[in-house]
Nanobody, 125 residues
Framework: QVQLVESGGGLVQAGDSLRLSCAAS????????MGWFRQAPGKEREFVAA????????NYANSVKGRFTISRDSAKNTVLLQMNSLKPEDTAVYYC??????????????????WGQGTQVTVSS
């Protein structure tokens, strides 16, 4: 089992920045690719970003490329999502996910074995 706990969500204005954090516990952190997904009200969950277990590979949704950066801190068993130039359409509940295979997170149908409880991000215009 892998336990994931997100933090860092909140209410910001368009153009602001926010950093989400996901703390992982339970298994060897480096064995798992990590990802972020989001779900807005009335919409399906969508992929945002992912990072390999080693941290050497990253993937981003086109909608966030150039604005969001995913990284991982192996010493702290934490994955971060730095979100810059936020837009109202980024408003959603953001979920952290973990899976042994990066491809499972990034290739449709995208998914993962483990999920956090989510953290709300609201961007006002």
């Amino acid at each position: 089992q892998v336990q994931l706990v997100e933090s860092g969500g909140g209410l910001v204005q368009a153009g602001d920045s926010l950093r989400l954090s996901c703390a992982a516990s339970g298994r060897t952190f480096s064995n798992y690719a990590m990802g972020w997904f989001r779900q807005a009200p009335g919409k399906e969950r969508e992929f945002v970003a992912a990072i390999s277990g080693s941290g050497g590979r990253t993937n981003y949704a086109n909608s966030v490329k150039g604005r969001f950066t995913i990284s991982r801190d192996s010493a702290k068993n934490t994955v971060l999502l730095q979100m810059n130039s936020l837009k109202p359409e980024d408003t959603a509940v953001y979920y952290c996910a973990a899976d042994r295979a990066l491809s499972r997170i990034t290739i449709p149908p995208m998914g993962a074995d483990y999920w956090g409880q989510g953290t709300q991000v609201t961007v006002s215009s």
